[in-house]
């Protein structure tokens, strides 16, 4: 058979590009092959580039179409967070852990589960066929877990995911799992050598609503305050990369995970009907919003509820 490319969302994340890896390694050692490659869409982040460093592993190539390829995606499903040449692929399986938004002209393999992240989906299979995870790469499904629960405290993160934490420290050899996700999220806070466009652009997601098509990006800080004399500049930024892009909203949330809440940035056709879905009253197309952690569960419903009927 030819070659398929295990491949996660475009803006990857540590999440994105682990799945990636580590389920080419499950393919390839339970059908006895090598013909699954994990690659990304794009640079990967500071947060990755960190774990990659601790735990010896190579960057997968990037890729640049999906054109006439035979795709594995992980990480999403929806079309507009995939890479191009999306159309003309051949998708072969889906393992993620976001809501279905998927059409497609075969019945094919879908893996979803509502976990903490897609790594937990991988864990979960080199466990339940009895294969063994190695030091690496139990470290790197350890730390996509870490990134994408924030450390467990977002609502996504569940019971399945905590246990897997657990597991996978002692393999890695990980005494102090919660000390080590802090130095996963300093290593990706190191915002203040960043432009606005790449802080914006780090981890950000389309989403095509009735209402027209939202851009919504997320980053965490372990401080706040690092950022406060930069929201303006950052809100700029953002109304250009609307008008340029024909976005009818632009969003940021930055993510406070030690106080567990976000500062939200609007660049809006319609700031006052996001305020609305939020129930906040923006001040300068800003809030704060206690409790937010998670763009998927506490973003992602509220404007698909308000923007998509
Ligand atoms: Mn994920």
Redo the contacts with the bound molecule.
Sequence with gaps: MDKVYIIGHTSP?T??VVAAISYAEFKNKIENTNIYIPVVAGEINKATEFIFNKFNIEKPEILNTLENKNVILV?HNEAAQSLTGIESAKIIEILD?HKLDFKYSEPIYVNIKPWG??ATIVAELFLSNNLNISKSTAGLILSAILD?TVITKSPTCTKTDKDMIKKLSEIAEINDWENFGMEIFKAKSGVSKMRDIEVIKSDFKDFDFMAGKFGVGQVETVDLNEFSNRLDSLLIEMEKIKKENNYHSVLLFVTDIIKGGSKILVASREAEKIAEAFNIKLKDNKAYINGLMSRKKQVVPVLTEKFNN
Aim: proline share 0%; hydrophobic share 0%; no cysteine.
């Design positions: 994340d999440d994105s990480d852990h992240s897609s994408d």
